[in-house]
């Protein structure tokens, strides 16, 4: 294979969180035009912790020559622990299931994987694609703030809410359930002096969490887990969301007052629903979807490691095809689909985090205080990360690093 086999390849990625700066970092190795464009202004200051587990995430973190700058950028936050409202601890998960191998911080890692493609991938912020249309052997895209333009390839890693999604598939109603929770995260000053170990207080339904900034110990990191029913929000409404979640939190003891109050002057939220995406075809002509835009569950444990294995195998697929787009993206759905379906039909992230009811508040809790249990729990979700059958792409190596 060619050392450059997408060169003068032409390829639209929407969205700079995770997978699309992946993405961008093998097609530009490929020698792809790659240009990425994203709605917010800059790129996100959210403060979740994300987790790589088992060999598969770890190899291609190596491949693409971060591993060892994410191991120096680990949360170190160690189990997590539910408490009780007078701060007793009730159980404590250890950290090879709470923070996988490597945990870091989302805006660590979207940092990491923006700095190795930018010098070669365009980056445009402030601007998202309107509209897609076949015109030949390309895809003509439109866009809200930059004049339109064709691109030979155009990869949607929007997250759930995917505007390519909506714009060459469908209205999302097809395709993402919602799972009768919602998520929220936010920064606060750590004047309650939370340290790294998250502890997360439950009443029915409802879920709080507070951990210290590794980056920054006198900040902190809020988060948050409730349920309620479907409702078709304005997602860039951060004042709405606010007053979404305050009412749903409102009446927690802990500290969830002390939480509500720094959520008020907060700059940046973290707010969406827990939904689940399937899509039976994750390609349309010359349209493509990546991570959760394509299997997408909201806080589904392994969906950040899955997305960044699945840019790894698009771009070398693509690449392996020699031209023959259609063939490249066929092989990789065929390769991902088995791949990213193991977790995806897991439970109800929401269930575990926030039960329902006293009842199942109860049992979730006497099962994970059980010591057998958590062993099973840390070898399964290493097990489901694992696939023996990843190709190697070697040609990849032979492109000149950047």
Excluded at 176 to 189: I, K, N, Q, S
Excluded at 250 to 266: F, I, K
Excluded at 278 to 293: E, H, M, N, S
Aim: charged share 20%; hydrophobic share 45%.
């Amino acid at each position: 294979m060619n050392d450059h086999p997408l060169h003068g390849v032409r390829v639209l990625v929407s969205g700079a969180g995770i997978a699309g700066p992946a993405l961008a970092y093998w097609l530009s190795r490929y020698g792809a035009e790659v240009t990425v464009v994203e709605i917010a202004p800059a790129l996100r200051h959210s403060g979740f912790a994300v987790d790589f587990r088992g060999p598969t995430h770890l190899s291609v973190l190596e491949k693409m020559g971060v591993l060892d700058e994410l191991k120096a950028l680990q949360t170190h936050g160690g189990a997590m622990s539910a408490v009780a409202e007078d701060g007793r601890e009730i159980f404590r998960l250890p950290e090879a299931f709470a923070g996988g191998d490597v945990e870091v911080l989302r805006r660590d890692l979207s940092r990491v994987f923006y700095e190795r493609s930018a010098g070669r991938a365009e980056y445009r912020f402030g601007d998202a694609i309107t509209g897609l249309t076949p015109v030949g052997d390309q895809v003509r895209a439109d866009f809200a703030a930059a004049a339109s333009a064709t691109f030979d390839l155009v990869v949607g890693t929007d997250g759930l809410h995917s505007a390519v999604r909506g714009l060459a598939f469908g209205p999302e109603s097809r395709y993402v359930r919602h799972l009768g929770f919602y998520v929220a995260g936010w920064d606060l000053p750590n004047d309650l002096r939370a340290g790294p170990t998250p502890q997360q207080y439950n009443v029915p339904g409802r879920m709080a969490s507070v951990r210290s900034d590794p980056g920054d110990p006198g900040r902190a990191l809020a988060f948050a887990v409730f349920a309620g029913p479907r409702h078709d929000y304005d997602w860039h409404d951060t004042g709405l969301q606010k007053r979404i979640v305050a009412d749903a939190l409102g009446g927690m003891g802990w500290h969830v007052p002390r939480l509500l109050g720094a959520l008020r002057d907060a700059p940046e939220l973290y707010f969406d629903a827990i939904c689940r995406v399937r899509v039976p075809g994750w390609t349309a002509g010359r349209v493509a979807l990546l991570g959760d835009a394509a299997w997408g569950v909201t806080l589904g444990g392994m969906g950040v490691g899955t997305g960044v294995v699945g840019a790894y195998v698009l771009a070398g697929e693509l690449a392996r095809s020699g031209g023959d787009h259609p063939a490249g993206l066929a092989a990789y759905e065929h390769r991902m689909r088995g791949y990213a379906g193991r977790w995806q039909r897991g439970a109800n992230p929401g269930q575990f985090l926030a039960p329902t009811t006293a009842t199942r508040l109860r049992l979730r809790n006497t099962m994970f205080a059980n010591r057998l249990f958590q062993r099973l729990l840390v070898a399964s979700t290493k097990s489901l990360a694992t696939d023996a059958g990843l190709p190697d792409y070697p040609a990849a190596s032979a492109v000149a690093d950047f």
